[in-house]
C-alpha cells in the first residue's frame, strides 16, 4: 500500500512549483497514481519548500470531502509560510552543525589534554629511570674505585716492607694520595 501520491510529489520536486488539484480523482496527469485510486482525494494541494534555490522539503496538503478547497490566495499566504520555515529549518541545520563542531573541539580538547597527561607521565617515569641508572652507574663507579684504590693500597702496604726508609717515605706519600682519593670517592 502507497501512502504518499509518488506522481504528485515527484512532480512538484522536478518543477520546484506548487500544484493545486481541483480533484485529483479527475486529473488525466494523477489519476493514475496508486495512492490516488486507493483513496478518495479530491483537493490537493503540494508545494516544495525551497531557500535560496536549494529544495528543502514538500509540503502536502489534501482534502477527500471537498473539490477546489485550495486557492492561489491560500498559496500566497502558504507560500510566506513556507519561506519562514525553510530559514527556520536552515537555522536548525546551522544550529545541529554548530552543536556538531563544538562537540568535536571538546573532543579534540580533550583528548589533547589526555596526550599531554600521559606524555607528563612517561616524562616523569623516563626521569626516574635516567636517575636510577645515573646512581647505579655511580654505585659501579664508586665501587670499583674504591675496591681499586683499596687494593692498589694493600699492595704498597707490601711493598713498603722490603723497602729502604726514604723510599718507604715515598710510598707513604703515595699511600696518603691513595687514602685521600678513596675518601673523595664515598
Do not use: W
Request: hydrophobic share 40%.
Amino acid at each position: 500500500q502507497t501512502f504518499i501520491p509518488i506522481s504528485i510529489i515527484n512532480y512538484v520536486m522536478r518543477t520546484s512549483r506548487p500544484l493545486i488539484l481541483d480533484n485529483a480523482l479527475n486529473s488525466n496527469t494523477f489519476s493514475a497514481d496508486p495512492y490516488v485510486q486507493t483513496r478518495p482525494v479530491l483537493s490537493v494541494f503540494c508545494c516544495p519548500i525551497v531557500n535560496k534555490n536549494t529544495p528543502m522539503g514538500i509540503l502536502y496538503l489534501e482534502h477527500d470531502l471537498m473539490e477546489k478547497a485550495f486557492t492561489e490566495k491560500q498559496l500566497e499566504i502558504i507560500d510566506i509560510l513556507l519561506s519562514q520555515v525553510a530559514v527556520s529549518i536552515e537555522k536548525s541545520s546551522l544550529h545541529e552543525h554548530l552543536n556538531r563542531e563544538r562537540e568535536e573541539k571538546d573532543a579534540a580538547r580533550t583528548e589533547v589534554d589526555l596526550q599531554k597527561h600521559l606524555l607528563k607521565n612517561i616524562s616523569a617515569e623516563l626521569a626516574m629511570v635516567e636517575e636510577r641508572e645515573r646512581k647505579d652507574i655511580a654505585d659501579d663507579l664508586h665501587d670499583s674505585v674504591t675496591q681499586n684504590l683499596a687494593l692498589g693500597l694493600l699492595q704498597l702496604k707490601k711493598l713498603a716492607v722490603k723497602l729502604n726508609e726514604n723510599e718507604k717515605q715515598q710510598i707513604g706519600f703515595i699511600n696518603d694520595q691513595l687514602k685521600q682519593a678513596a675518601d673523595q670517592v664515598r
